[in-house]
């Protein structure tokens, strides 16, 4: 079975930083693409950033320049550094991988971490 398990959430002033991480364990053979997605209360959830094995990126508009997203592959972990938070940013972030394991190749999500940030 395979797991993924975000950390890193909480509250934080407007301009302040946080760093999501989010582990996958089991019996994994490999993992493509990994993301960060965050849904606010009333909206829908939306991709904020994405990155492949590869180590290329991709980030919604309203991100780019304030976040990073990173992997270590070996770890099996993937990292969200948010600087310059703003209230809007505000919501339950949520991990996703596609992960190839023992069981077959399948789409994963964490379970959720909140972000509030204060104004």
């Known amino acids: 079975q395979v797991q993924l398990v975000e950390s890193g959430g909480g509250l934080v002033q407007a301009g302040g930083s946080l760093r999501l991480s989010c582990a996958a364990s089991?019996?994994?053979?490999?993992?493509?693409?990994m993301g960060w997605y965050r849904q606010a209360p009333g909206k829908q959830r939306e991709l904020v950033a994405s990155?492949?094995?590869?180590?290329?990126?991709n980030y919604v508009d309203s991100v780019k320049d304030r976040f990073t997203i990173s992997r270590d592959n070996a770890k099996n972990t993937v990292y969200l550094q948010m600087n310059s938070l703003k209230p809007e940013d505000t919501a339950v972030y949520y991990c996703n991988a596609w992960v190839r394991a023992f069981v077959g190749g399948r789409n994963y999500w964490g379970q959720g971490t909140q972000v509030t940030v204060s104004s």
């Open positions: 089991g019996i994994i053979f490999s993992i493509n693409d």
């Open positions: 990155i492949t094995s590869g180590g290329s990126t």
